[in-house]
């Protein structure tokens, strides 16, 4: 019988690989943090002079995104990152007593599936493999077709490099035939532990797995008049503009307390954003053409300048972002579509407070919200929005598209930004290793006098240090 | 029309349901932590002289367990919750730094639907329904239809006392019309948030909700040479026995070191337990008709005299488990099947580590596992065990289904034990009130001297504390 149909060519590819995955981590999960920690360090050096080519590779191929931003990011990312991880214990003895009882053991899951994001390739496709590495667990990369080459590659090459540094075979893999039914087999098969995704899978699949979604979505910045005006919209537009608009975190709604409003606007308008008119504003909307939370795709990861000439008006060389200047937060307005471009919409509402209710809700019906991010240094004022706000995060006086991420920030570094808040996955927060673990505990009688001994302080302030690390770095 | 057909009432009610809880949740998410925590201390004030009666109730409805037992349980379960609850603070801020900053804050999910087990219906819906109001969601119970009356029973006592408290209506309600049709309706509705399953719903419906899986199944037990053995023994049996073998932590396969088998034989038969001739074990096996990980469901919860009755056969009147003497762990052996009665399998492998080797395999195989127990005296074996076991909780020299349950142990107090080693689930863990929230971390940047101010330690301390009043207390 030598006919193959795609689609059981695929469904076979499914089953060997993830079959091949629970083998590889069978020995996996006998390693320890250190040695696997060593091996991700190897890779982080050795891939750092194979960056440029793969943001190349992406943006030719995917037509999205800006070269020069994706490298830095990427190198930036990837360093802080190297900073990080050797400080995260995820699996093996993670708390013993004076006595020598070992109290909690990270485990790893076993075989975790990831759907690497269309819009950030490389960053995407080598966090997820990091992390399944790290956590000791073994992991199937599902490219998505828009960036289907260079998914193939980047695992290939980190494969190759952790084979070479001691991972078994089978451990980091790639679906290559990607039909449907191939990723039904792969995300429903008995030795799949979880599923990340930061694609187009959702849990509208019944994978019966727990799933991990990496939101994207556009994020409401709020500017209140304590805020560094100048500060807040100089990061406002290197946050939004960074990789023409595509990262997760990235600020799409922004609402200005009416008493600073024209200076806001001075400061944008000084820093390189062009306001549109009415009828350019209708040209951009014909091209963007926003429905169903999303643009037209051509426009996805465009710069300022391509936007404008795409939609036939023209803008100085030096803009940055389009902003679309608005007198009311409404539910109709195409802008609250989700816009992985450098467009901003700028409410101008007078009770400024009720406009951030509405965003909000707006966000919330729409699913959309993972992010929020605010300038302001009123004690007060954030402390109201860090308690009442319905997101998973806060970014406070930065950058919301590297904060969230953790780049410079106090949050962890990540590109997954759990989307629990957008009605997707199980968890809101930045995902690490530690999330593609499970703990197992360990219950000692209290009332034996052999286990009373006092539990070691240096393990439990662990997430101390972890804060003070980053904040004191 | 005055034709109303069931499916489509219950779908009805479905929704009131939800569309009120989440309205109600809607106002408690502006309670203060501490308030919640007062209504559950005067709810647990108040509940506890009906005990009692809810036993009454469950035992004549189900036919299942032992009213002295479970009496016993759920008073000694809600004394300690009471005592633990307070040290939780799973909503609002959770941390903090000097400068005032909130850091961290606790988000309930919003409406969490419960389906409480059908074997410990007091405990579950009364355990469920009170973490429901520690973490301020709105919980809406689905009754087992074996546990019907006394589920709906419980929850409008609950409802009652909660809401002369200041709970809002709305916020703790039972749907009454258990159609299939209404239990999908309500969990696949878009303002559920979350699932807990301690009964027959699992992850094969395709609810696209995090659901949370307290785990049923049974424990392997190892009596290593180093064991109190008069201790161990007396542990088992008093766990095994317990509300007769119902709990979900509860021992059911025993191995031991040969050179203490025939010791601890002798300690079996001296406190109680019988051992079953070839002939008994054949008429008790006709009686179970152990299969697909279950037995006869009229053979769940009775007593070991009970069962010798049915099955024909007669123990003394002092029996308090029934054995099964095997020479070696196989998967056809009919005890491998789940039994939630006083029945354990002795196995008398002379290679006492592979034994328990493979009988872990053999739940894993089965997706049973969530829970081992151990008695050692040998801190390395305590520790490989810990090291190795693929479950989410090892019991050290204690009665399994108490310790696991963090009854005088240093596991959190619940009934509800994370099945996510079994398959079912996204959590591995002794499921509290914090599972049911999600964490807003508000990330301030590193660049900032303003924020650098030091992180305060007391919130960090807060695992080492927990553990340590458990510990000390």
Known sequence: MSRADKDLLSIQEARILVENARNAQFLVKDYKQSYLDKIINQLIDDITIELAHFVDMEVNETKRGCKKDKEWLLNTFLSQLKKELPNQQCIGELLKDSAGNILKVGVPLGVVVAFPSENNVVLNTLYSLIIGIKSGNSIIIIPDNQAYCTTIHIVNSVKNICEKYGLPVGCITCLESTSESGILEIVTHKNTSMIISAGKITNTTNTQKPMIYGGTGGTPVFIEHTANISNAVQSV?????????????????????????????????????????????????????????????????????????????????????????????????????????????????????????????????????????????????????????????????????????????????????????????????????????????????????????????????????????????
Chains 1, 2 share one sequence.
């Open 237 to 473: 537009i290197d946050s939004r503009s960074l990789d023409n608009g595509m990262l997760p975190g990235s600020e799409q709604y922004l609402i200005v307390e009416q008493s600073i409003a024209s200076e806001v606007k001075k400061h944008f308008q000084q820093k390189g954003a062009h306001f549109l008119s009415e009828e350019e504003e209708h040209q951009l909307l014909n091209l963007l053409q926003p429905k169903n939370n999303g643009i037209n795709p051509i426009c996805v990861g465009k710069n300022a300048r391509e936007l404008a000439k795409m939609a036939h008006f023209s803008v100085e060389e030096s803009t940055n972002i389009l902003v679309s200047e608005k007198n009311y937060v409404h539910e109709l307005d195409p802008f609250v579509n989700e816009m992985k471009c450098p467009v901003i919409a700028f409410y101008l509402e007078p009770d400024w407070m009720h406009a951030c209710e509405k965003s909000i809700r707006l966000l919330k019906e729409k699913n959309n919200g993972h992010t929020i991010a605010i300038h302001s240094n009123n004690i007060e004022v954030l402390n109201q929005f860090a308690l009442k706000k319905p997101v998973g995060r806060m970014i406070v006086n930065s950058p919301s598209s590297l904060a969230s991420m953790g780049i410079d920030s106090t949050l962890s570094i990540s590109c997954l930004l759990g989307g629990l808040t957008t009605g997707k996955g199980i968890s809101a927060k930045n995902i690490t290793a530690s999330d593609l673990t499970y703990m197992r505990e360990i219950s000692h009688s209290i009332k034996c006098v052999e286990y009373t001994s006092r539990v070691e302080e240096e393990s439990h302030e662990k997430m101390l240090e972890e804060i003070l690390r980053k904040i004191l770095a």
